[in-house]
């Protein structure tokens, strides 16, 4: 990775800008309900302090994986989030990051989105 590439705040919350793409690419692939929950998720995981860019490249990408497969399964978003998506989100995100602040209206908006995405 270059030095341009692994400097800056924004390569240090997702990553390297190649894989980046290609995580969004694959979101951006998904059909529309499971796309609307992975965004929903992936906005509030920007909340959480990543321990490494590569760490954080990996739950993204981990991400699109677990949505990719739901998607090709056919399984209820429900059955991924369960019915409190800030706490899927929470959890799933401490196996790459030390954690972070989430405000409120994030958490609100959270839930919102997975509710229209479950239908």
Do not use: Q, T, Y
């Given at each position: 990775m270059s030095d341009a590439e692994n400097s800056g705040f924004i390569s240090k919350?997702?990553?390297p800008k190649k894989r980046?793409?290609?995580y969004k690419a694959?979101?951006?692939e998904?059909?529309?309900s499971y796309r609307t929950a992975a965004e929903a998720i992936e906005r509030y995981l920007m909340h959480f302090v990543p321990t490494d860019q590569d760490s954080n490249?990996?739950?993204f990408e981990d991400l699109a994986d677990l949505f990719e497969q739901a998607a090709v399964n056919r399984t209820p978003i429900r059955e991924i989030v369960g019915?409190?998506?800030v706490?899927?989100?929470e959890a799933f995100a401490q196996n790459y990051t030390e954690g972070g602040y989430v405000p409120a209206r994030a958490r609100k908006q959270l839930t919102d989105d997975i509710e229209r995405a479950a239908g």
């Open positions: 919350v997702i990553g980046w793409r290609a694959r979101v951006k998904l059909p529309e490249a990996s739950m019915e409190d998506p706490e899927f989100a």
